[in-house]
């Protein structure tokens, strides 16, 4: 039996075993991809068309994996994303999209693209739709051949391309020409470029200049193609493409209405040498800006030149051609001028017209500034044919304010004087006898204050008057006298003169301003006008206090003894004359106040020292409480009485704890002390001690201390004692002999 049951068992795990080693039955891809035939060859990078109308799928998705062998594995490199089978089996198209690859997938084909990034050679094309055994694949391999690109593929001459090549013979030596677009001639580019083991390269380059201009007026343009070709062995080589787009302007703007921009339908610009002094107009006068604006130039630094004589400036060129720049019309004739941008020894040319030119200097004033007038561009006098220029002012009224005779080159300077006028901008206009020919600018009025009289005495019997020209009558004004609001209620008259007037009293003599601002609610005010005025001392009744006060109050640098009443004088009218206590030294305070230095007796502010602290004193005066030490005082301490001291002053005498001048006591001999503080050392002896308290009698009376606080001096250190020397010394005397009567009667009772 037990046999049995072994034989039994024996037979399962051979079972078990033969099953694990056979191989199970699964479906996968399976069939032969079919390829476009007219997409055997083809270029890295390029479109393979792939028919699956024979493929069986066992999966729902499947992706396309590039190999060098045709096994039906999955060797291999996924190159596609993955597509559903469905999508593949549609009546209809999907596309699939990544990077720069993509897929066409439906109707049983997948039409798209193979790697760029690979060497030639031949690949085989499998499907792969998630099972491990097998795959479908290609009948026969693709033949990938090289490939040649030009990036970008279009632009201005002298852009930055790269040039680079794909799938080249490996490590080979490549030759890179482009066609003469006016001949049939290559021209090189660079010989024996190394590629690498997969036959890549890159070679950068800047865009062939052709020169090409876009035809004069407002026009398309075509580019002019640049074919370049690669080849590493003989033969036709590989051919990219650059389209070179030709030099033009976008945009001439002189005035904001003579903004001349070309059309944006299409490919337009303005071309070279068009004019825009006719129907297509751009008019400037000297020292006002044109805007030029340009396309397809070459990259770097282009010149701006007026006339093709003088340089105007630079502009940037970027690196896709374009610049922006503004340029100022230089001193010139009336008539057309050329404008010429010089880019890589290329000319391109654009008309302007500059009109009479009328300048003026300055360009804002109040009225009677004296303005100088210079002008080009106006008929020139020649022989006997003279030419005069009026300067006409436009206004409240118009009339003329200068003459001048034009030059044999239509020029003149002259100079004239802004007349009464009203505030704001005006008209200047040039005209010419016998001629048509006009100029105009414009000149800013700006308000203007006088104050008459300028200077007068106080409390005068007059009045002042403030008188405004240059006004903008179509606003109101508001006036402040010494940065105080005055009144807001002014109206210019029409030609812009107002007038209002002061009293001539209530100022104090000095500097005094009047100002005013335009009440148009504008924020920050402006201070559009101002003028000062003075006044002087006579019948200022503050003044005349003042110099009341003393004969010298101007030169009180050294002043000194100045009597109680004026000192109570001063600081009673502390608003008056602003005094303020500075300092006092000894006897003498030093009070500032807005006339001078005054220095006065202290007793005159009735001082009382109220505190003294660690050598300080407070003062209360009659100017205010001050503090000052005892040393500026000449304090000294007349007598002692426990711990209270008496100190003299120059501000009378006051008392105080001996703590608050730092007393300090020193032993220097058996009984004798030295009692410093603050104000002074005086001497004293020990007369008695009773617990911790010494008391010590000096000449200006007797004082009392800690004993721990009485210092010694020892071969010059000090130390704290505690008892006097002979105290110490008595108590050691019976110490020594209560010690020998003990010792008698010791031996007294062994005796006995």
Not at 29 to 57: H, K, Q, W
Not at 223 to 235: E, L, M, Q, S, W
Request: negative net charge.
């Amino acid at each position: 039996m037990q046999k049995m049951k072994a034989k039994a068992l024996t037979a399962m795990l051979l079972m078990a075993i033969v099953i694990a080693v056979l191989p199970l039955t699964v479906n996968a891809s399976t069939g032969y991809i079919r390829i476009d035939p007219t997409t055997i060859s083809v270029p890295a990078g390029g479109n393979v068309n792939l028919n699956f109308t024979e493929v069986l799928f066992s999966g729902g998705q499947f992706y396309l994996i590039l190999s060098t062998n045709g096994f039906s594995d999955q060797t291999g490199t996924q190159y596609s994303m993955t597509f559903g089978v469905s999508q593949l089996q549609n009546s209809s198209v999907t596309t699939y999209t990544s990077g720069t690859m993509s897929w066409k997938v439906g109707y049983g084909w997948v039409n798209g693209s193979i790697p760029l990034n690979i060497a030639g050679g031949q690949y085989f094309i499998k499907a792969f739709d998630g099972a491990a055994t097998s795959v479908a694949v290609t009948d026969v391999p693709i033949t990938v051949t090289a490939t040649f690109t030009v990036t970008p593929v279009s632009g201005t001459a002298g852009r930055a391309l790269t040039l680079a090549g794909y799938a080249f013979g490996a490590n080979a030596k490549v030759n890179i020409t482009y066609l003469n677009t006016t001949g049939t001639n290559y021209i090189p580019v660079a010989n024996l470029v190394q590629a690498d083991s997969v036959g890549q390269f890159t070679y950068p380059y800047a865009a062939p200049d052709l020169m090409q201009l876009v035809s004069t007026g407002n026009s398309t343009y075509v580019p002019t193609r640049i074919t370049f070709n690669a080849k590493d062995v003989p033969g036709a080589g590989y051919n990219a493409t650059y389209d070179e787009n030709p030099r033009g302007l976008y945009r001439v703007q002189g005035s904001a209405t003579q903004n001349r921009i070309a059309s944006t339908s299409g490919t337009y610009l303005w071309g070279n040498a068009t004019d825009f002094t006719g129907a297509i107009l751009v008019e400037r006068q000297v020292n006002e800006t044109i805007r030029i604006v340009g396309l397809n130039f070459y990259p770097g630094t282009a010149t701006i030149w007026w006339d093709a004589v003088t340089v105007l400036g630079t502009a940037t060129v970027n690196s896709t051609g374009g610049f922006d720049t503004t340029i100022t019309v230089p001193l010139t004739g009336v008539g057309g001028h050329w404008i010429v941008v010089q880019d890589a020894g290329v000319l391109f040319y654009a008309r302007v017209y500059v009109s009479p030119t009328l300048i003026l200097n300055p360009t804002r004033g109040p009225i009677g500034t004296t303005v100088a007038v210079t002008a080009y561009g106006f008929p020139a006098s020649v022989g006997t044919t003279v030419y005069n220029a009026t300067i006409t002012w436009i206004g409240t009224p118009t009339k003329a304010v200068a003459w001048a005779l034009i030059s044999s080159t239509g020029q003149f300077t002259t100079s004239f004087v802004v007349p009464s006028d009203y505030g704001g901008l005006h008209d200047v206009v040039v005209s010419v006898n016998a001629s048509t020919v006009t100029a105009t600018s414009q000149f800013y009025v700006t308000p203007q204050l006088t104050v008459a009289p300028s200077t007068f005495a106080n409390n005068c019997t007059f009045v002042v008057t403030v008188s405004g020209t240059g006004f903008d009558p179509e606003a109101s004004w508001i006036f402040y006298v010494d940065n105080a609001f005055y009144s807001n209620w002014f109206y210019p008259a029409s030609n812009g003169t107002l007038a209002f007037h002061l009293a001539s009293g209530g100022f104090r003599p000095g500097m005094h301003k009047v100002h005013v601002i335009a009440n148009d609610g504008a924020s920050p005010y402006a201070i559009e006008a101002y003028a000062t005025f003075t006044v002087t001392e006579g019948n200022d009744i503050e003044t005349d206090y003042l110099k009341q006060i003393n004969a010298t109050v101007t030169g009180l640098s050294g002043l000194s003894g100045v009597n109680a009443s004026m000192i109570n004088d001063i600081y009673t009218n502390t608003v008056l004359i602003k005094a303020q206590l500075l300092t006092v030294q000894g006897d003498v305070a030093t009070i500032k106040t807005d006339t001078g230095i005054i220095k006065a007796n202290v007793t005159t502010m009735m001082p009382q020292i109220t505190n003294i602290n660690n050598g300080v004193a407070s003062i209360q005066t009659t100017m205010g409480t001050m503090t000052s030490t005892l040393a500026t005082m000449q304090a000294t301490l007349t007598s002692v009485n426990n711990q209270v001291g008496t100190i003299s002053t120059t501000l009378g005498d006051v008392t105080t704890q001996l703590s608050n001048i730092n007393m300090i006591v020193t032993a220097t001999g058996t009984t004798l002390v030295d009692v410093q503080t603050d104000v002074g050392t005086i001497k004293g002896t020990v007369t008695a001690i009773e617990g911790d308290v010494a008391t010590i009698q000096t000449d200006i009376g007797t004082l009392t201390t800690d004993v721990a606080d009485v210092q010694t001096s020892v071969d010059g250190l000090t130390n704290t004692l505690s008892i006097p020397i002979y105290i110490a010394v008595a108590l050691a005397l019976v110490a020594a002999i209560a010690a020998i009567m003990c010792l008698i009667m010791m031996r007294r009772k062994i005796a006995g």
